[in-house]
């Protein structure tokens, strides 16, 4: 008889890994199986928020010491800039709430971030098994058998009482263990290229949201990275990709070379290595992510924020959260639907339903360039509402009034 394993945690991304910090932390052992090796390259935009930072700093407030000292792999981000469909432009600071006023996100690569995270989860409690891919998941008496193949070799079984679904967007667990109930309907696809010598970027490093009519309300960025390169990308509704018969890379490589409001700034620039693209779960508020003997995180469940496209922050999170729930588990030996359904799936709605949902609607809104040009315009010319929007960032409460008919109505009238 193979032992069976407390938790295994299938992916190694943001989800995985932040799940892996926190069951390290608790003391309860576990196994990760990821496909790729590290390091390795994921396919985005490489900004990291506020909530990447406040969950690393849980973890271990020496990780974030790490990050902002290490300037060679890491770039401090202080706001971001919207571009309107008119061209007009507004900075929004973010506002950072940690006490040790460190700055309040950052950017890095991928390909570096990712490893970081992966050169911090293995310890005593933690085995990783790379270049691992999980191809069936059976349930047992006990919980489920997971099977991997690495590389050209035999296949592998392994058993757990918990199994944590951490494999990203196409992976095996959204499939199998979802079956579609969770998957969003509001998918995004995305393109990313890295280039050199961008001009123009914000003294303070803002991440940059260009809002263009032709692809609303999907987006264009330029996201300043460490030794002044750019990640710069282009992201929209894959509905309306499709049903508009879109070329989201013409559409790119036409707003760098022809964009008059970004076109100056690629003058000099050359891209290094190729366009990619990928899909953007989105999360439209509670959904089901959890089941017996599994909890899903990251974009496995479909995370990813609907309005900025921001997902890493919740990978992190809801793997923090499917930690706690899994200790919960393991000490009452408790793995039915209903368990971590309280103690996963609610906790996690709970903390982050009405921020996806308030997105959510954000995402409708921006669908109609006016309102957008609109509220850029005047806030460009009103201190108190720059003031407002900074604060959209921290606080949901002032978010929502961005759902309100009033906001705008105060706007139009100057009141
Ligand atoms: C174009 C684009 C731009 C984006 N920009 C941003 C941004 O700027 N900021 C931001 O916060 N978010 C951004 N996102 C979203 C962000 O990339 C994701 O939300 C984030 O990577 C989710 O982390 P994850 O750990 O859930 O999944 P992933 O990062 O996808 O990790 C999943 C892991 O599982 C492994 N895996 C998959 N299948 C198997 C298997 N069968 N067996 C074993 N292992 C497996 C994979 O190899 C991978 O390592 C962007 C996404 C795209 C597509």
Redesign the pocket.
């Known amino acids: 008889m193979k032992p069976t394993l407390p938790v295994i945690i299938?992916?190694?991304?943001?989800?995985?890994?932040g799940a892996s910090l926190f069951l390290s932390q608790a003391g309860i052992p576990h196994l990760i199986?990821?496909?790729?090796r590290f390091p390795?390259d994921?396919?985005?935009?490489?900004?990291?928020?506020g909530k990447?930072a406040f969950v690393l700093g849980k973890a271990d407030p020496a990780l974030l010491d790490e990050i902002f000292s290490d300037e060679a792999h890491f770039l401090p981000s202080f706001g971001v800039t919207f571009a309107a469909p008119n061209g007009k432009a507004i900075d929004i600071p973010f506002r950072s709430k940690n006490k040790q006023e460190r700055p309040p996100g950052f950017t890095s690569r991928?390909m570096d971030f990712?490893h970081f995270l992966f050169s911090k989860i293995q310890g005593p409690q933690a085995t990783v098994i790379q270049d691992?891919?999980?191809?069936s998941l059976d349930r047992t008496p006990e919980g489920y058998a997971v099977t991997?193949r690495t590389g050209e070799g035999p296949e592998t079984t392994v058993h757990c009482r918990l199994l944590i679904g951490?494999?990203?967007?196409?992976?095996?667990c959204r499939r199998k263990l979802l079956q579609g109930d969770a998957v969003s309907k509001t998918a995004s696809v995305?393109?990313?290229g890295y280039y050199e010598g961008v001009t123009g970027m914000h003294p303070r490093n803002f991440i940059e949201l260009h809002f263009l009519r032709e692809i609303l309300p999907g987006y264009f960025w330029i996201?300043p990275l460490p030794g002044g390169a750019a990640?710069v990308?282009i992201?929209m509704d894959a509905v309306l990709v499709r049903k508009k018969k879109i070329n989201l890379r013409e559409v790119m490589l036409l707003a760098i070379s022809e964009n008059p409001n970004i076109r100056e700034r690629f003058a000099h620039a050359r891209p290094s290595g190729k366009i990619y693209?990928?899909?953007?779960p989105m999360g439209v508020g509670a959904v089901k992510v959890s089941g017996e003997h599994f909890l899903i995180?990251?974009?496995?469940a479909a995370?990813?924020d609907p309005f900025t496209?921001?997902?890493?922050?919740?990978?992190l999170y809801s793997?923090m959260l499917a930690a706690e729930a899994a200790g919960k588990a393991l000490q009452a030996q408790r793995f039915d639907d209903s368990f971590l359904q309280e103690h996963y799936g609610d906790v996690l709605f709970r903390r982050i339903g009405d921020e996806l949902k308030l997105s959510y609607t954000m995402q409708k809104l921006v669908r109609y360039p006016w309102l957008f040009n609109l509220v850029v315009n005047k806030a460009n010319k009103s201190p108190a509402l720059r003031d407002t929007m900074t604060s959209m960032f921290a606080d949901l409460d002032v978010r929502a009034l961005l759902r309100r008919p009033s906001f705008y109505w105060k706007i139009l009238t100057n009141k």
């Open positions: 299938i992916g190694c991304g943001p989800a995985g890994a199986l990821e496909k790729d390795r994921k396919i985005c935009g490489d900004g990291c928020s990447t991928r990712d691992a891919t999980v191809t991997y951490a494999d990203g967007d196409k992976g095996i995305g393109l990313r996201f990640n990308g992201g693209g990928w899909g953007l995180t990251g974009d496995a995370l990813i496209g921001e997902g890493i922050g919740n990978a793997g």
